[in-house]
């Protein structure tokens, strides 16, 4: 089946730096888009999310890039902070009859160093 | 706080024996829930959308005698492992979505995290 990948398994950056994590997804059809943080033992939360008729969403300190031309997704993190450590999963909804149903990629472990 | 809650948030079980776990919409009615596992180091696996009312409908490869999806009300759906043995060992989320569209409105409870001996 479709399914959504990530490019970096592990990523490790120094605290106040800027970090930027990659998604591919392969569901042509996937119209929604959301980015995911989880922390050990803990539910997702929800980071951001972009529909598919936009290209760039900013909240506070994130932002996320959509390129459907190459379907790839990115999560920029600004002033990255020790918080920030945490696995960060990209979502993608194909709307329509799957509605609510998420196809999760294959995460990304974030580890922000003082 | 919550929107979505789990129970038990953890649990511990013998070999062969059933577990039942509990995902509910807190201030919200929730007409679909979804239920994913989860295991270690691993992503989010969609195992079954739960619609009230009506029969679950499980994603290719999930047993659906083994797990037994029930949502009886709006704000309530369970999952029950049935024959649990060590490799249903695994970390149990669901979700639920309030509005009529998905956006910000899509909420995971915290996980059930079921360890079989």
């Known amino acids: 089946g479709e399914s959504v990948g990530l490019h970096l398994p592990t990523l490790s950056v120094q605290e106040g730096d800027n970090s930027i994590i990659n998604c591919a997804y392969s569901?042509?059809?996937?119209?929604?888009f959301i980015w995911y943080k989880q922390e050990s033992g803990k539910g997702p939360q929800f980071i951001i999310d972009?529909?598919?008729?936009?290209d760039k969403r900013q909240g506070q300190r994130v932002t996320v890039l959509l390129n459907k031309t190459v379907k790839h997704l990115s999560l920029q993190i600004a002033a990255t902070q020790p918080g920030d450590s945490a696995v960060y999963f990209c979502?993608?909804?194909?709307?329509?009859?799957?509605?609510?149903?998420?196809?999760f990629g294959q995460g990304t472990i974030l580890t922000v160093h003082p | 706080g919550a929107v979505v809650s789990q129970h038990p948030s953890r649990v511990i079980c013998k070999s062969g024996t059933s577990v039942k776990i509990e995902c509910r919409s807190l201030?919200?009615?929730?007409?679909?829930m979804f239920w994913y596992r989860q295991f270690p180091k691993q992503s989010l696996m969609l195992m079954a959308t739960?619609?009230?009312?009506?029969?679950?409908?499980?994603e290719q490869g999930v047993e659906k005698d083994k797990f037994l999806i029930n949502h009886a009300s709006l704000t309530l759906s369970t999952l029950t492992v049935t024959s649990a043995h060590p490799e249903d060992s695994s970390f149990y989320i669901c979700?639920?979505?309030?509005?009529?569209?998905?956006?910000?409105?899509?909420?995971f409870g915290e996980g059930s995290r079921l360890t079989v001996l």
């Open positions: 979700s639920a979505t309030r509005g009529a569209t998905i956006t910000g409105e899509l909420f």
């Open positions: 569901n042509s059809a996937s119209d929604y």
């Open positions: 972009i529909r598919s008729n936009m």
């Open positions: 979502a993608e909804n194909a709307g329509g009859t799957s509605y609510g149903k998420l196809t």
């Open positions: 201030d919200f009615q929730a007409t679909t």
């Open positions: 739960s619609n009230e009312g009506s029969k679950a409908t499980y």
